[in-house]
């Protein structure tokens, strides 16, 4: 069965100091950022939204300004709309014309800044009448907004830097959080893009937060690389630099003439715009804008920035500078300039969004407008996980001194006999399989040597003529824990053993799709190396007995014994319990339901981490459905029983096959293969107590599983036997302890933890992963309690859809304290999801205390997995 998993949160324990990793420093400085500058970062954001569509809102409050009917006449020049702007204010100086080559136009005229001023009147004037347009509400508004956007209201050189720190607060925002939110199946766009809409709580706030915030992304980097440019003006001067554009200095505001406002002394007569006018049509056939500012000292140019036709963004302009008369003194083409200088003229565009056109300003008023709604998030994000550390910490005050832990033991030596047998084992099967050969060897005279394969290295095989290995396949054909470092030295050496005699029995279940893949592996490189096989590998599906007899006989050439019989205490006997009580334990996750199942009965004693096999049935209404497919009778007597209850414990023939009767239909079933669980609860509890997860797939609920948590009512009788599991089993010392799972790999740890808890062994850590924390906080009473009462002193919780990450995540955030348990003699249980979890773990394992101390640690026993 495969199961998902998740994270918690970390509260360090109380007697040591855990470094923050990489990623908890970004998270801290993050939330920092976030809700320091955050709160000023949601002004800037509303208040660029607001000047995205500032011309188009001004426009609706003002009709008739911008914007006139368009007339069968010809348009005002610009000497026309200059002298039309003089006659109304004589007092003061007009600076530039706009010019816009659209119908209806209006044309717009600069004056000069009256004292006091940081910059002078704009006015709008009729392109056809010449009369000046009423003045545009709402405009005065807009340039404060701007003002506040741009500098907070502190003035331009004092609030350059605060808004240019600021822009560079939101890129830290925005990249510290793709570093955050970063998920383990980066290729698929759907978990970068897409919000789960199931999600609740404080799941679905950093669902959005985190999505959104990716959408909004480029929007941000853009925001604050164009904001910083303008806002340092160390940064400017260097990207102009690289682009080769040289800017003179800004000019000082005009010193105000003695008198009357804005009166001058021997005033100039103005300068006369048509010849430059005439001059620039010329030159600038299809133009849309023209923007012409001049003075009115005799000799100075008329300079023309204007855009053409088919610009490819509004700042793409192109200049003339042109003298009274009308002489062109320099033209350059927007073409012409180099691609350092067109670049520049990108960055505001960019900035607004107008480089995109219409979709690209709406893009940046939505990214402008979500500013506020991270802060919002952001808060409650914040303050939600506040409130669990209070708790946590009032939950730690109660804890106990941990005691100190002793220290572990150690590989044995080798026997020098002719014969080895050696196993590789994960639940036992290995290593009874392996007694019972060397039994039969020593039974007809010859010597034999049993080791463990994890106490072997592959220099031992030479003391050896004849080796018979016994080797499980754990997973999809890996080797058992303890023998991974073995496998993987004799894949590395280059010895030869020319001299070595070998057999290899597989073990195996032929369900998983690398039946066997350990013992064959282990077979081939044998052969490689120069070993001759006695016979061909033997490969045992699932314990199946005849295989084991095949075994058997194959050692006849060795001179043994045959093997003797399983002995009774290695079968289990199958009883029947009652189930008495199924609880959902996660109502509302997102993950398959999970459900604690209650077998009441009379059930011999086991030790934590064992294992139950279940005899599945088929719910009813498959059996009636196959029945009334194939017109057979279910209640045909068959045996002590029906034909009916004989199917729903069987495979299912095929209902096209016709039978003759029920007694032919019963002699070719085939029994259900027993699921196994691990058993989530001690003798002492009264009852075997399950953590079943209801699996689904096309056809419908999952045979096993959908039996326990569905198709079976309380008080059905359900089959069943306890089967010991050595490679998970308790450890007999007062020795630290950490427990890593996920989803329904609980059970397996919760039996541990009763166990040692009964005992009242209190060096235990707890890392357990989940989905969300609001529907998936499994056992969360028990826990609690254990960590109140100090058996807990570290308990780590990880909710991966709450943006937690996973467990093995956690792991590596707490790297330190794992190597300081490991060094005081830890033993370590794995129970969860192999595809995933399990490895996952591995690799962090591997990355934290290294790959060899992980096999070293997985021979001795000290790494112990129950993972499927």
């Known amino acids: 069965m495969k199961r998902d998993f998740l994270p918690a949160s970390v509260t360090p324990a109380p007697s040591r100091l855990v470094l923050p990793t990489w990623k908890g420093v ?70 530039s014309v706009i010019l816009y080559a659209e119908p209806g136009t209006a044309a717009r005229v600069g004056l000069a800044p009256l004292p006091g001023q940081q910059r002078g009147e704009s006015i709008h004037v009729h392109p056809y009448a010449g009369t000046i347009q009423p003045e545009m509400a709402g405009e005065p508004a807009f340039e404060w907004i701007e003002f506040l956007h741009r500098w907070l209201l502190l003035g331009r050189e004092t609030g350059k830097p605060v808004t240019g720190t600021l822009a560079l607060c939101l890129l830290g925002l925005a990249l510290s959080g793709l570093y955050l939110r970063w998920p383990r199946n980066a290729g698929n766009w759907r978990t970068w893009l897409t919000i789960d809409t199931r999600l609740k709580g404080r799941s679905f706030l950093w669902a959005l937060h985190s999505v959104a915030g990716t959408w909004a992304l480029v929007a941000y980097v853009i925001f604050t690389l164009t904001g910083a440019y303008w806002a340092f003006d160390a940064v400017r001067t260097t990207v102009d630099g690289w682009a080769g554009v040289k800017r003179a200095p800004r000019e000082a505001p005009a010193k105000p003439m003695a008198g009357a406002p804005g009166a001058r002394k021997n005033k100039p007569a103005a300068v006369d715009l048509a010849p430059a006018w005439n001059t620039f049509t010329q030159h600038a056939p299809g133009w849309q804008m023209a923007f012409l500012r001049f003075t009115d000292k005799p000799g100075d140019p008329v300079q023309v920035a204007w855009l053409a036709a088919d610009a490819p963004h509004p700042r793409a302009r192109s200049a003339m500078t042109i003298a009274p008369d009308g002489t062109l003194a320099k033209n350059e083409p927007y073409a012409d300039k180099s691609a350092g200088a067109r670049a520049l003229t990108t960055i505001y565009p960019l900035h607004i969004g107008t480089y995109f056109g219409l979709p690209g300003r709406i893009a940046m008023l939505l990214a402008s407008l979500a500013l506020p709604g991270f802060a919002v998030t952001g808060w409650m994000l914040y303050l939600k996980r506040r409130r669990q550390a209070r708790a946590a910490r009032a939950e730690r005050a109660a804890l106990a001194a941990v005691m100190a832990p002793a220290g572990g033991g150690a590989a044995g030596a080798i026997g020098a006999t002719p014969t080895l047998v050696a196993y590789a084992s994960q639940t036992g099967q290995a290593e009874r399989l392996a007694l019972r050969t060397a039994a039969a060897l020593r039974a007809a005279g010859t010597p034999a040597d049993v080791h463990a394969v994890a106490t072997l290295v592959p220099e031992d095989l030479a003391r050896y003529h004849e080796a018979l290995f016994v080797a499980s396949s754990y997973g999809e054909g890996e080797p058992p824990d303890g023998a991974r470092r073995f496998a993987r030295l004799l894949a590395e050496n280059p010895l030869r053993l020319p001299h070595l005699r070998y057999a290899v029995l597989a073990l195996g279940d032929s369900a998983y799709a690398q039946y066997c893949g350990f013992g064959r592996a282990l077979d081939d490189r044998l052969a490689a190396l120069g070993g001759t096989r006695l016979f061909a590998p033997v490969e045992v599906d699932n314990g199946d007995e005849a295989a084991v007899a095949r075994w058997s006989s194959a050692l006849a050439c060795l001179g043994a014994a045959p093997l003797a019989a399983a002995p009774a205490a290695e079968t289990a006997p199958w009883r029947s319990w009652t189930l008495t009580q199924r609880t959902l334990l996660n109502p509302g996750s997102l993950g398959g339901p999970l459900f604690e199942v209650r077998l009441q009965g009379r059930a011999a004693g086991w030790l934590p981490g ?168 499994l056992c969360a009473g028990e826990l609690r309690q254990w960590a109140a009462d100090g058996f807990l002193p570290e308990l780590d919780l990880v909710f991966s859809r709450d943006g937690e990450g996973y467990v093995q995540d956690r792991l590596r955030e707490r790297g330190e304290l794992l190597r300081a348990w490991i060094a005081d003699g830890a033993v370590l249980y794995v129970c969860g999801s192999l595809q995933g979890m399990a490895g996952g773990v591995d690799a962090a394992l591997a990355r934290l205390l290294g790959r060899d101390t992980v096999e070293l640690l997985a021979a001795e026993g000290r790494i112990r997995r129950d993972v499927y």
């Open 610 to 777: 064992a294992l139950v096999e279940i005899e599945a049935r088929h719910a009813e209404d498959v059996v009636q459905d196959w029945l009334a497919r194939t017109g057979m009778d279910g209640d045909a007597a068959i045996g002590d029983g029906t034909l009916a209850g004989l199917l729903a414990a069987s495979e299912l023939p095929d209902a096209s096959h016709p039978f003759a009767s029920a007694g032919e239909c019963a002699a070719v079933l085939k029994p259900l293969a027993p699921r196994r669980y691990s058993v989530a609860s001690l003798p002492a509890d009264g009852a075997v107590e399950l953590l079943v997860r209801q699996v689904h797939h096309e056809q419908g609920l999952g045979l096993a599983s959908g039996w326990l948590t569905a198709h079976a009512m309380p008080g059905t009788e359900v089959r069943g036997r306890l089967l010991a599991n050595p490679g998970f089993a308790p450890v007999d010392a007062d020795v630290p302890c950490i427990y890593i799972g996920n989803g329904s790999g609980l059970a397996g740890l919760r039996g541990h933890l009763r166990a040692r808890v009964a005992a009242g062994r209190r060096r235990n850590w707890l890392l357990f992963g989940e989905r969300q924390r609001a529907f998936d906080s």
């Open 26 to 95: 970004w998270f801290q400085l993050h939330w920092f950022i976030g809700i320091t500058a955050g709160t000023v970062l949601i002004v800037i954001g509303l208040t660029g939204a607001l000047l995205v569509f500032k011309d188009e809102m001004l426009d609706l409050a003002n009709p008739g300004v911008r914007h006139v009917p368009a007339q069968n006449a010809p348009v005002l020049t610009p000497q026309q709309v200059a002298q039309a702007v003089r006659t109304a204010h004589p007092e003061q100086r007009v600076t």
